[in-house]
């Protein structure tokens, strides 16, 4: 058992290591890793208030810069108290349809937790997942990729 | 609908049940198709004319349709027309054998019909030429207007004879028509026959619906629709057009699967984040659920005998596909290679399964055993998924999309099937661009 414990602990130090090599190779432009880091196809809830976060590949965690996007929106939510808000969870075109739309509705869900720790009520907050079927950018290269890994925050009232 | 799907076997005539000497082997990629020579079915004279039939040229059309499916299957060589040695209505009553043999012809089907009161009477037969003796023959009668269906039953029961197993084209596919530019799509479900014909809509295309599935015991369908911009697993007879909401969801369900006795839905659910795997009774509508993991349980499928469901999971890190009793129990996963797999599909005959594997940016179309073992990738391309099989077990239809230019330019989806054996790789015909097919049980069963 604590074999076991360890081998996995290991595991997870040795993939971070991995990991972080891999993010500082590859940052390159506006990907960081793969999560798209650019302003091209960002839209805003409000001035300085984005209304899209990015993802990794296969992925639903956020990053820094996406908690910093959502910490805005639970602002801009907070001070418009009538307002709700349905969050949109996209994926790229390069996996299995049906995959792709519960990984969709998972990035979804983990921008509204996000949204809910900082006070914002669950109530105010739906989700639907589109999966790879409504891309930002119809390219075929891995910048329209990772423009369409992302969940967008839209308002519906 | 056409209503009168019904045909009337009014007469079979099994004359002489001789050894067959002539026999296809399918098993292996077949690189040597047998000859086969399909001559017109002769009209008989005393035919009357029928609205919306040209009586006059069904004999040619009949032939015609028998013509394009055998050489759809890759196991047969069509001869053509023009070098055959005796009139239709000759033929039929008993061929030369040798003239035949002499245009290299290993088998010949001869037929003749009559269109009168109403009714279109059929009869063909299937000849051996090398044994020079008949191998099957069949009469039939039905409404004239059912001709295509005729010519497809007729290349069943030829197809059955000479391989040994059952045919599959009269069969239908269900699919997603597809048009517009990439990120505007329009997408409605669509029906054709197995060879494209006789395409119709079944949605305008108001909403998003995908991944239509055929019941295997009757005409229902299940699929997935944003309907009101929720996003919900749907029932469809296509027969009557009437659809309705399957359970209660209080979220987005998807990946719907008839189960093989056609009274139970699986299918996924999805909530705060987490899809699990669920089935519903069609007739008690108790719901049930099944898997339940942190993990994206999804694209579940059910084992002929009901037993067993193979899903995709990524609870191991990435997508990979799992087995497990159809109450939940023993999940064991099956797929251990390099790459990504998903959509288990699991053959109509019980010992195969089919996926989608990705690796390396690539995507595959393959075949294994349902213990993950004897994995055989059939086909590679940019992008192709959502295996279907025929319900013979022998062909998978699938769609592939093209990689698209900066501003979605050259994108297209298809249509494409391909032999288990990894052989014969064709694009069906459809009216628009196509995906998500789902291939239909044999009507006439």
């Given at each position: 058992?604590?074999?076991?414990?360890?081998?996995?602990?290991?595991?997870?130090?040795?993939?971070?290591?991995?990991?972080?090599?891999?993010?500082?190779?590859?940052?390159?432009?506006?990907?960081d890793?793969?999560?798209?880091?650019?302003?091209?196809?960002?839209?805003?809830?409000?001035s300085?208030v984005?209304?899209?976060?990015?993802?990794?590949?296969?992925?639903?965690?956020?990053?820094?810069?996406?908690r910093?996007?959502?910490?805005?929106?639970?602002n801009?939510?907070?001070?418009n108290?009538?307002?709700?808000?349905?969050?949109?969870?996209?994926?790229?075109?390069?996996?299995?349809?049906?995959?792709?739309?519960?990984?969709g509705?998972r990035?979804?869900?983990?921008?509204?937790?996000?949204l809910?720790?900082?006070?914002?009520?669950?109530?105010?907050?739906?989700?639907?997942?589109?999966?790879?079927?409504?891309?930002?950018n119809?390219?075929?290269?891995?910048?329209?990729?990772?423009?369409?890994?992302r969940?967008?925050?839209?308002?519906?009232? | 609908?056409?209503k009168i799907?019904?045909?009337?076997?009014?007469?079979?005539?099994f004359?002489?049940?001789?050894?067959?000497?002539?026999?296809?082997?399918?098993?292996?990629?077949?690189?040597?198709?047998?000859?086969?020579?399909?001559s017109?079915?002769?009209?008989?004279?005393?035919?009357?004319?029928?609205?919306?039939?040209?009586?006059?040229?069904?004999?040619?059309?009949?032939?015609?349709?028998?013509?394009?499916?055998?050489?759809?299957?890759?196991?047969?060589?069509?001869?053509?027309?023009?070098?055959?040695?005796?009139?239709?209505?000759?033929?039929?009553?008993?061929?030369?054998?040798?003239?035949?043999?002499l245009?290299?012809?290993?088998a010949?089907?001869?037929?003749?019909?009559?269109?009168?009161?109403?009714?279109?009477?059929?009869?063909?037969?299937?000849?051996?030429?090398?044994?020079a003796?008949?191998?099957?023959?069949?009469?039939?009668?039905?409404?004239?207007?059912?001709?295509?269906?005729?010519a497809h039953?007729i290349?069943?029961?030829?197809?059955?004879?000479?391989?040994?197993?059952?045919?599959?084209?009269?069969t239908?596919?269900?699919?997603?028509?597809?048009?517009?530019?990439?990120?505007?799509?329009?997408?409605?479900?669509?029906?054709?026959?197995?060879?494209g014909?006789?395409?119709?809509?079944?949605?305008?295309?108001?909403?998003?619906?995908?991944?239509p599935r055929f019941?295997?015991?009757?005409?229902?369908?299940?699929?997935?629709?944003?309907?009101?911009?929720?996003?919900?697993?749907?029932?469809?007879?296509?027969?009557?057009?009437?659809?309705e909401?399957?359970?209660?969801?209080?979220?987005?369900?998807?990946?719907?699967?008839?189960?093989?006795?056609?009274?139970?839905?699986?299918?996924?659910?999805?909530?705060?984040?987490?899809?699990?795997?669920?089935?519903?009774?069609?007739?008690?509508?108790?719901?049930?659920?099944?898997?339940?993991?942190?993990?994206?349980?999804?694209?579940?499928?059910?084992?002929p005998?009901?037993?067993?469901?193979?899903?995709?999971?990524?609870?191991?890190?990435l997508?990979?596909i799992?087995v497990?009793?159809?109450?939940g129990?023993?999940?064991k996963?099956?797929?251990f290679?390099?790459?990504?797999?998903?959509?288990?599909?699991?053959?109509?005959?019980?010992?195969?399964?089919?996926?989608?594997?990705?690796?390396?940016g690539?995507?595959?179309?393959g075949?294994?055993?349902?213990?993950?073992?004897?994995?055989?990738?059939?086909?590679?391309?940019y992008?192709?998924?959502?295996?279907?099989?025929?319900?013979?077990?022998?062909?998978?239809?699938?769609?592939?999309?093209?990689?698209?230019?900066s501003?979605?330019?050259?994108?297209?989806?298809?249509?494409?099937?391909?032999?288990?054996?990894?052989?014969?790789e064709?694009?069906?015909k459809?009216e628009?661009?196509a995906?998500d097919?789902s291939?239909?049980?044999?009507?006439s069963?």
């Amino acid at each position: 058992m604590f074999n076991k414990n360890l081998k996995n602990i290991l595991l997870v130090i040795f993939a971070t290591l991995i990991l972080s090599a891999c993010s500082t190779a590859k940052k390159s432009g506006n990907i960081d890793g793969d999560v798209y880091t650019g302003k091209e196809t960002v839209k805003y809830l409000a001035s300085g208030v984005p209304d899209r976060v990015f993802f990794a590949t296969n992925k639903s965690s956020l990053t820094t810069a996406s908690r910093a996007t959502l910490r805005k929106q639970a602002n801009f939510l907070r001070k418009n108290k009538n307002l709700n808000v349905t969050i949109e969870g996209h994926a790229d075109e390069r996996g299995t349809r049906e995959y792709n739309l519960a990984l969709g509705e998972r990035r979804a869900n983990a921008a509204r937790d996000y949204l809910m720790t900082y006070g914002i009520s669950g109530k105010r907050i739906s989700v639907i997942s589109y999966g790879k079927e409504k891309p930002v950018n119809p390219a075929s290269t891995p910048l329209a990729w990772s423009q369409n890994r992302r969940s967008v925050t839209v308002k519906v009232n | 609908m056409n209503k009168i799907f019904y045909i009337f076997l009014f007469n079979i005539l099994f004359i002489s049940k001789s050894l067959a000497l002539i026999e296809i082997d399918i098993t292996r990629g077949n690189l040597d198709p047998l000859p086969i020579a399909i001559s017109p079915l002769h009209v008989d004279i005393k035919s009357e004319n029928f609205d919306g039939v040209k009586v006059k040229n069904l004999g040619e059309n009949i032939s015609k349709i028998i013509e394009d499916n055998f050489r759809s299957t890759g196991l047969f060589n069509p001869l053509k027309k023009d070098a055959f040695v005796q009139k239709p209505d000759i033929a039929h009553l008993k061929p030369r054998f040798e003239d035949w043999r002499l245009i290299k012809a290993q088998a010949l089907v001869t037929g003749k019909l009559l269109v009168k009161d109403e009714k279109l009477k059929v009869e063909f037969r299937l000849w051996d030429l090398a044994a020079a003796k008949e191998m099957t023959a069949l009469a039939f009668t039905t409404t004239p207007s059912n001709w295509r269906r005729v010519a497809h039953i007729i290349s069943d029961k030829i197809y059955e004879r000479l391989t040994g197993e059952e045919g599959y084209f009269d069969t239908r596919i269900i699919y997603v028509a597809e048009s517009g530019p990439k990120n505007q799509r329009i997408k409605k479900l669509a029906i054709m026959d197995q060879d494209g014909a006789n395409t119709k809509y079944l949605t305008l295309g108001n909403e998003l619906v995908l991944t239509p599935r055929f019941n295997p015991t009757n005409q229902m369908v299940t699929y997935m629709s944003y309907f009101r911009n929720m996003p919900r697993v749907y029932l469809l007879d296509i027969e009557t057009g009437t659809q309705e909401v399957v359970g209660n969801f209080p979220g987005m369900t998807f990946a719907p699967r008839f189960s093989p006795n056609g009274k139970k839905i699986v299918m996924s659910f999805a909530k705060d984040g987490n899809s699990d795997i669920y089935t519903m009774d069609l007739d008690t509508r108790v719901v049930e659920r099944i898997t339940d993991h942190s993990s994206i349980d999804t694209s579940p499928s059910f084992s002929p005998d009901g037993k067993f469901i193979a899903f995709n999971s990524d609870r191991s890190g990435l997508q990979q596909i799992y087995v497990m009793r159809s109450d939940g129990s023993g999940v064991k996963r099956i797929t251990f290679g390099n790459g990504i797999y998903g959509t288990p599909v699991w053959s109509p005959r019980g010992d195969l399964i089919a996926f989608t594997k990705m690796r390396k940016g690539r995507f595959y179309i393959g075949v294994m055993r349902t213990d993950g073992s004897g994995e055989r990738l059939l086909t590679e391309n940019y992008y192709q998924e959502a295996p279907s099989w025929s319900p013979n077990g022998r062909v998978l239809v699938f769609y592939r999309e093209t990689k698209a230019g900066s501003q979605g330019e050259g994108f297209s989806a298809k249509l494409w099937s391909i032999d288990i054996t990894g052989y014969n790789e064709r694009r069906l015909k459809t009216e628009s661009d196509a995906s998500d097919p789902s291939w239909s049980s044999l009507l006439s069963k």
